[in-house]
């Protein structure tokens, strides 16, 4: 009896049964996990992306960690999708070259608008978002919410302060032109003080994060361009949420 | 004898300290260099690659008398490659933001050499509970190197632990500067080498003596 099992283990027929198996028990193993965690998955990068919104925003309270339910109840109350055509309007069915933004508001007053940014990185995907003013051409916060830098490194681009130096930062320049916001090699107080208002501090050992976000940020802007426009020329006389991006 | 406490002290002993996964077997030196910039995601990959380490060791090793030797790798591996997947799953539900922060090195510990070398080496010839002792004295060995590699990096580098600055102002103000090349992967080199060092300089423990 042993020596025939013995013989049977030797043989190739069970060396494919042997890997058969173990292939079906852990994939069954890995699907059920994968299948049992989505849910809490989904919720945690929903919770993800509104709370980068509104830290983009600078609407989320300093003092303590926030609850899921605050964050919800802000995002509420202060945050509206919307999509506009190229020309800045918005447009009720989102089209196939309709742009997507958010409005920073307050009691049905506009405060702002968000940009959402996504870009290469060093590794993959960088996804984030830039905030401005209703002027129109003052960042008012930046957020990333996913990328695969290197942590430590390029990974940086998560932390805060990285993140703070975007704010008050302006994308145009003195004679009105579109300059975005690029990162410095190094610190923003080494470049000439006219470049200063356009450069946030860099990561050192993460040059080429920091290229491509600066690539990245200067093409969504100018995608955006049209939008920034509308607010500038609005600049605090319309701030009715319906109508701001009304003809 | 095989089963009383002070076999598995000298399992224990053995992987933490005498033959140390990265100062001894000089294994699993890749990750050691990109995840101890940081202290926080130093200790987490620690934790992460110490129960993914003991959880192989125990199932590969129960295994053992029905894998068939020419295919035995490919089903480490798949092991690994599972144990690895589910525990990224469970830190994407419960853990989100360190999860985001370790982002591709917790998919990087399916193939990192310990996990693998273990595996071979010790779980397909020992019993199921020496092996998942074994494991987890390998885990530990690496996350003490690791850890104390990240302390070192993240205070000479950025002057600060776990996030926290702690080198005063005052300093800064005389003129100390953080080193920059602590954050880059030379940094690493240097340190894990010079721990290597210190470890095996200490009386008792040198390699040529044995």
Known sequence: ?????????KSRIYVVLFALVTALVFSVLITSAATMLKERQ???????????????AGLVPEDKKPTPEDIKQIYDAHIREVHVDPRGRIVETPAGNSLQL??????????GYIVPISTRGLWGKIHGYLAFEQDGETVAGFSVYSHSETPGLGGEIESNWFQENFEGKKILNASNQLVSVGIAKGKVENLPEKLQDHYVDGISGATLTGRYLSEGLEETLTKYESVSVIFRQKKGSQTNLETILDE | MHTDLSHYKEILIKGVWRENPVAYQVLGICSALAVTVKMSTALVMSIALTLVAAFSGLIISSLRHWIPSNIRIIVELTVIASLVIVTDQILKAFLYDISKQLSIFVGLIITNCIILGRAEAFAMANNPADSFVDGIANGLGYSMILVAVAFLRELLGSGQFFGFSVIPQFLYDMGFQDMGIMVLAPGAFFIIGLLVWLKNSLPGVSHEKK
């Open chain 1, 42 to 56: 989904l919720e945690n990068m929903a919770l993800d992306k509104k709370t980068n919104l509104l830290e983009a």
């Open chain 1, 1 to 9: 009896m042993s020596d025939k099992k013995s013989s049977f283990k």
């Open chain 1, 102 to 111: 958010y409005l920073i508001h307050t009691d049905q007053k506009v405060q």
